[in-house]
């Protein structure tokens, strides 16, 4: 997607995942923790999906692991009950293009639970998602 705006107030939308069910609709809610001793900035995030009839929802701890202000961030599933959980990694990547800026994301999920049908939804989430997020973008400032 490409935006004309400068990165940094694209990356601004794509950093806080807070910001998320404003422009994703499959992010229902996304709420920071406070913060842990060790700097972790983490969320509870909420997901939910629909297709036709079936409808799934699930909630992730997911933790900011990498941030390049304003060009990367990337969050990763990480839960605190000691079970295992399959693998979620979201990558968010600003450039700068001709007097604007452009996103790349991507999603990973590691889990085999619905795989094609999540991916199916996933894509058309993203493709719907970007008027929504352009249009937060060349608004006003926030």
Do not use: N
Request: proline share 7%; net charge neutral; glycine share 10%.
């Amino acid at each position: 997607m490409q935006a004309p705006c400068p990165p940094e107030a694209l990356f601004a939308w794509v950093d806080d995942l807070s910001r998320y069910p404003s422009w994703l609709g499959i992010v229902e809610r996304a709420e920071p923790e406070a913060p842990a001793a060790d700097g972790e900035v983490a969320w509870t995030v909420d997901l939910r999906g629909k297709v036709g009839p079936l409808a799934r929802s699930k909630r992730l701890r997911m933790v900011r692991t990498a941030r390049t202000e304003p060009t990367r961030a990337v969050f990763e599933r990480r839960e605190t009950d000691g079970r295992h959980h399959s693998a979620w990694l979201l990558e968010a990547e600003v450039t700068e293009v001709d007097g604007g800026s452009a996103l790349s994301m991507r999603l990973h999920y590691g889990g085999g639970l619905w795989g094609p049908v999540l991916e199916r939804l996933l894509g058309d989430e993203v493709d719907r998602s970007r008027d929504r997020l352009l249009a937060l973008v060349s608004g006003p400032r926030r």
